[in-house]
């Protein structure tokens, strides 16, 4: 019999997982391609790893950048390989139902859905991220009652509130997580004349970021290397700087989320006063973020557990539930 795949594919993770098994994989979006022959040597984190201790011909690509696919043929692969990691073959034809930004253009959708199917996917259902999140919380996104959930990746932000199978209203931003990062960098850069390391700068955001400047007189130490000569030096890092690199988008995240709720239908605004919004997504894990949007929205704001997992486990879920979710997945589809 074959089996069902959920796949939750983001500009910085990606994550696949089966109803029987849960989820197989969960790793950077990232392909590293030996651009002699043209082969996939490795995805994930393994790709990271050999492109820093292999020739200069294996390279990494990361196929997705705010949320949609800027490069086909890998994210064609990429599926493909993640399909051959988790035992499923070309000839098993899977089912996959897969999430995209409601921000998603028709062409965008489009590419992923076949993308998917050069991958070998059989049949491709798409569900609109704000939609698997509120499935992932347990939120009765069938009923007429308003449901607020905002998902916080790292290409693309969405606010929306959801009622009778549908979002009714939204807002958001093609920008995220990574844009965080790109900012901090930026400031190492312009301040100490240094660039770090991917992980080092997620590392500085998550270590002394905090939304309401919580952290100040925090500081890291972190291995960098100058720009100038490439120099290796260590740098002392305070939370001054990393707070001020986030300032455009803390805004702009809190005017996303004030849109989408001024937007409500009465009715609705009331049960979203009443039961609360939701973060989801990696960037919701931000220090003092929830409470910032609170105190700018007067609705009490909560972070999901392990709110990086949210969509990939509601759309776990709707695969046992394709028929009875099927006006769900067909109003992504347009």
Known sequence: MATDVALDVGTGSTRLATAQQGILFDEPTIVAIDTRTGDVVELGYGALDLVARTSRHVVAFRPLAQGATVDFDVTARL?????????????SRVRVVMSVPSLATSIERRALRQAAIQAGAREVSLLEA??????????????????AVTVLGAGASEAALISLGGIVTSSTRRQGGS?????????????HGVVAAPSTVELLKFNLASALGRTRGLFETIQARTVDKGKPVEVVVGADLVNAALNDVLIATVKMVQDSLADAPPDLSQDVSARGLTLVGGHARLNDLAELIASNTGVEVKVADEPDLVVIRGLQLCLDEMSSLHALFRDADL
């Open 79 to 91: 599926l493909s390989g993640l399909f051959e990691r988790g035992g499923i073959s070309k000839i």
């Open 179 to 191: 844009d965080l990062d790109t900012a901090i960098a930026a400031l190492l850069r312009q301040r």
């Open 130 to 147: 704000p939609l698997a999140a509120a499935i992932g919380l347990g939120l009765p996104v069938q009923d007429p009652v308003g449901s």
